[in-house]
């Protein structure tokens, strides 16, 4: 439909985020200027204004709009222990059990040898430069308890280790409020090793 | 986190997409800043593009850019004949087909009562005034098979058939490539009731 080329254009990109497919796509954009423009504006200033501000944290690496991000600026947090996680998503979940009072490094992502992304595309350099700065004491590997979480949290480690510092990885043991019974096999395996 | 103002929004700004929750929000926000910001302003401007330009026709109500859409305007077409579907989506189906060679009259909704949706929200009232306007002969009423696209032929049929319009409705029946055996039995009474 040649006179249709805005809605033509916003359906294209409308697919390349990720999760939305073609059908997907349609329906947000037929959804969105038949029955909410308004929501249609707001995003596309959303859009406009977070990719202007957003960069990131020169300490820790998440995102911020600031030099540094205002965790990192907390001067009551506890600077010898770094925490490092995957996502911002994975540290605001750190945060709400409030039993971590130190800092953080956000790596971005995860290895994953078979999407191609390595050492380099995650933030592993400037976690070495972070973890060296002479007042981290320990860092906490946060990352996943998937095959690409654990294989990133290995090679964090031995990098840190090399460079002699403390690393400790969180538990692995039963989840809070389960029934042995209904735990997977894995799960009670390392209970069972790791047992204080 | 008060220094993620602009991140905050844009979380807040896609979860008004339909089908979009608080993870998928999270998990589109972090992937196009952290990897596709090209693909986040190209998303901003057609965003902003589309609530501009798009419109709906003047005499078949679909989207379009200019007063009357391209199909309107294509004096090469049957206008004695004028097909009622749901979405510009389906139109495009019907279009696929190339069975068909008259004009169209998308309705931009359907009635669904329990929703809210009546006649007054779908363009029922801009049907009857298009398909009086001298020339069309038939309605062919082509809405989903659905619970509520039948309702909604039903209620347009008896507001055209009211005002003397001859009024058909697509066939009902086995769906080409079919086994017999696996077809639902709803769909084997219609076909053998509409035998011809």
């Known amino acids: 439909m040649s006179d249709t080329n805005s809605l033509d254009a916003l359906i294209q990109a409308l697919r390349r985020l990720p999760g939305v497919g073609m059908k997907s796509a349609q329906r947000i954009a037929f959804h969105l200027l038949q029955h909410d423009r308004p ?20 300490r820790c690496y998440t995102f911020t709009e600031g030099e540094v ?16 996680v ?15 009072r130190g800092l953080y ?4 992502g995860r290895l994953s040898p078979l999407d191609g992304v390595g050492p380099r595309d995650i933030g592993v350099q400037k976690l070495l430069e972070r973890a060296g700065d002479g007042v981290v004491q320990e860092v906490i590997l946060a990352t996943s308890f998937t095959a690409e979480g654990e294989a990133t949290a290995h090679a964090i ?6 460079r ?19 735990v997977d096999l ?10 204080r």
Do not use: K, N, W
């Open 39 to 58: 929501a249609a504006q707001q995003l596309s200033q959303a859009l406009a204004q977070a990719c202007a501000q957003v960069r990131h944290c020169q």
């Open 69 to 84: 991000c205002a965790t990192c600026m907390d001067a009551t947090r506890d600077a010898s222990r770094l925490c490092v």
């Open 86 to 100: 995957e996502t911002p998503a994975d540290q605001a979940a750190m945060e709400r059990t409030a039993a971590f």
């Open 105 to 108: 490094f956000v790596l971005m």
């Open 157 to 162: 480690a031995e990098a840190l280790r090399r």
């Open 164 to 182: 002699g510092m403390h690393v400790t990885r969180l538990a692995r043991g039963v989840p809070v409020g389960s029934e042995l019974e209904y």
């Open 186 to 195: 894995g799960t009670i395996a390392h209970a069972l090793a790791d047992r």
